[in-house]
């Protein structure tokens, strides 16, 4: 049965700073990981999707890669904004039954 | 491009009553999700329509919940009766199609209290 973890629970940091975001599954049979950001109340809006034979994707100053066969993910972001505030789930597209399984979150605070 | 829309954003009833839950996909997405998100958890998928018919319903607790998707376009959602632990935001997503690559586009979805 497919787990997904995300690693920290939460996280503060100040303006500025380059952090990462991790993402574990225990399942390597996937389709794709997406990512996702969740702003408080609101729904989520889709960051990065990885195809399973893709390595990374950019956008912006957000990079996620993407190694299926240690079952991780990492969300990298640059020079945080207060207006990353947010929290950032993946979720995996499990092969089979095309099912997105999500983890449960980081809670990112970036400090002004 | 019109987001996913849902109505109501926000319902309040209380226990052993019923609510319903309506979503409008993407114009053209073939894939309809509902997911329940407790607080501080991820979302746990629901249901799964492709066009209008059931791909996945493992996780629906089919005592209390129903969904439709009549001519596959909007979906509704159904609980009744309520219980206190459904209490939860239900988020509605579509995809273009049921394929491997599709990306997933969520809509505000409604926060549901039971009291």
């Known amino acids: 049965k497919q787990e997904v973890t995300q690693i920290p629970a939460a996280l503060s940091v100040p303006e500025g700073e380059n952090l990462v975001l991790n993402c574990s599954f225990t399942d390597s049979a996937i389709y794709n990981l997406q990512w996702f950001r969740q702003d408080p109340g609101k729904g989520l809006t889709s960051l990065l999707l990885i195809q399973s034979s893709q390595r990374e994707q950019t956008s912006g100053r957000l990079n996620a890669s993407l190694d299926k066969s240690s079952g991780r993910s990492t969300l990298y972001i640059a020079a945080s904004q207060p207006g990353d505030s947010a929290t950032y789930l993946c979720?995996?597209?499990?092969?089979?039954?095309?099912?997105?399984?999500f983890g449960t979150g980081t809670r990112l605070k970036v400090l002004a | 491009e019109a987001g996913v829309a849902q109505s109501p954003r926000y319902k309040i009833i209380e226990k052993r009553q019923s609510v319903a839950f309506w979503c409008n996909p993407i114009s053209g997405h073939a894939t309809l999700y509902w997911y329940q998100q407790i607080l501080g958890q991820g979302p746990k998928l629901l249901i799964q329509f492709q066009n209008n018919g059931v791909v996945d319903d493992s996780q629906l607790p089919k005592d209390r919940f129903s969904a439709e998707r009549l001519k596959g376009v909007d979906s509704t959602l159904k609980i009744q009766p309520a219980k206190l632990e459904d209490s939860a935001v239900y988020l509605c997503a579509s995809s273009l199609d049921d394929t491997r690559g599709s990306e997933q586009y969520f809509g505000p979805g409604t926060r549901l209290t039971v009291t």
């Open positions: 979720a995996v597209r499990q092969q089979g039954t095309y099912k997105y399984i």
